[in-house]
């Protein structure tokens, strides 16, 4: 009954009649530090800040830490953030900066980091606050003691942008989602990108093209969040070749960024597709990256879609395509062009026997992801298990609009 709920309460018909759109203040390109650093001194309390990251960005975080102290401001760091952080991570980090006084919150990194500094933030804040008990319509009140600003050097998540945080407990993943979360301000410099791998380059570039279709077909979607998905899915199929090709593009780099910033926007004020349950349960199983697990199950997800949703053809024709159908074939042919199976059997990590085997157990984890519960149609088990078969083998099987 509440999936029937929020499926209802997620079309647009209803949800048209009151919505909010929600975002941080962007600040783009090489000198888009120096706006926030003297933004900084008129706004925040005081001039202590802290900088929230992770050893792999600490380099990214020491140039940072070095603009803002010759500024003038007291700079603390904690570079303790752990991949998928778990929740006695976040406990450690708060420890760490209950003291610092800080004003600004400066969270340098990918998703974990800056999921992570969400939490850490609202611990430092409102240490009363049960975290797992958070609803998204109680007021927490955050920024009484500092102001939050994000600094991605993935172009992918979107968290810079987004009111969602995804940390560890117990081994599953826990998907928390707040207003407040949303940063106070993104800052998108594709200096803090140029180093990343090509594989993180990719798989990072596919996880915000997820973000931009699911949204773009959510219940949840409006004329802004429309746009926004619009905009990032032109901009990835442009730009994330050539970064994958050279990651010392700059231009590409930057146009990434705001392609992943513009994909986070509109997924955070609608809501990913359902290749987000499936591929938080399937990557949390066999330690698959994210970006990788969401890219590869899009195909999949979108054929379903289709076979439901008229909206299939209507994203295909703002793209220029004729139908749904043509969309996916692009999008097929884009992975092969990318390099980028969404064939699960062909990562080493899983075999055909374990993920079998784990297939009942990956159905109703999938089940009980709340993207499934915000999905723009009602998925069921046998729903779950064909389209987790067809993702081990590859396998469209046809019947798009
Ligand atoms: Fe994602």
């Given amino acids: 009954m509440r999936r029937l709920l929020f499926t209802l309460a997620g079309t647009s018909g209803v949800r048209g009649l009151q919505s909010a759109v929600i975002g941080p203040r962007i600040f783009m390109g090489p000198r888009a530090l120096n706006t926030l650093v003297g933004m900084g001194k008129t706004i925040c309390r005081n001039n202590r800040v802290l900088i929230i990251t ?23 760091m904690w570079d303790e953030v752990q991949p998928e952080p778990p929740v006695e991570n976040i406990f450690a980090g708060v420890e760490a900066v209950k003291n610092s006084d800080a004003s600004l919150i400066i969270a340098i ?35 009484k003691k500092a102001l939050f600003a994000a600094i991605p050097t993935t172009a992918g998540t979107g968290s810079e942008a987004t009111s969602a ?3 560890t407990e117990g081994g599953h993943k826990m998907s928390l989602s707040h207003p407040e979360f949303v940063p106070d301000f993104a800052i998108l410099d594709p ?37 926004y998905a619009l905009q990032a899915i032109k901009l990835i199929f442009k730009f994330l070749p050539r970064v994958v090709a050279d990651g010392r593009d700059l231009e590409a780099r930057q146009k990434m960024l705001i392609a992943a910033n513009l994909a986070g926007l509109a997924f955070s004020n609608a809501a990913p597709g ?3 349950a499936l591929g938080h349960t399937l990557g949390k199983k066999f330690g698959l990256h994210h970006g990788l697990c969401v890219g590869a199950f899009l195909p999949y997800v979108f054929e379903f879609y289709a076979k439901h949703l008229t909206k299939t053809d209507e994203l295909a024709k703002a793209l220029g395509f004729g139908k749904g159908e043509e969309f996916l074939n692009s999008l097929v042919e884009f992975y092969k062009k990318l390099g980028f199976s969404f064939k699960f059997s062909d990562y080493p990590q899983v075999s055909e026997e374990a993920f079998k085997q784990a297939l009942p157990e990956l159905v109703s984890w999938a089940l009980i992801d ?32």
């Fill in 191 to 227: 200096n803090f990108t140029v180093s990343l791998p090509p594989n993180l380059t990719l798989w990072t570039g596919v996880d915000a093209l997820a973000h931009a279709v699911g949204a773009y077909l959510s219940g949840w979607a409006n004329e802004y969040t429309d746009a």
């Fill in 165 to 167: 945080a995804v940390i």
């Fill in 109 to 143: 990194g990918g998703g974990s980091v800056i999921d992570a500094t969400k939490v850490i933030w609202l611990l430092y804040e409102r240490p009363d606050v049960d975290f797992r008990k958070l609803s998204p319509v109680d007021s927490l009140g955050l920024r």
């Fill in 54 to 76: 992770d050893k792999i960005v600490k380099p990214n975080a020491e140039k940072v830490k070095e603009i803002f102290s010759n500024a003038g401001y007291h700079v603390e």
């Fill in 274 to 276: 359902i290749d987000h």
């Fill in 370 to 401: 709340p993207v499934s519960i915000l999905s723009p149609i009602p998925v069921t088990p046998k729903d779950y298990e064909e389209i987790f078969v067809a993702s081990l083998y590859g396998t469209l099987k046809g019947g798009v609009r």
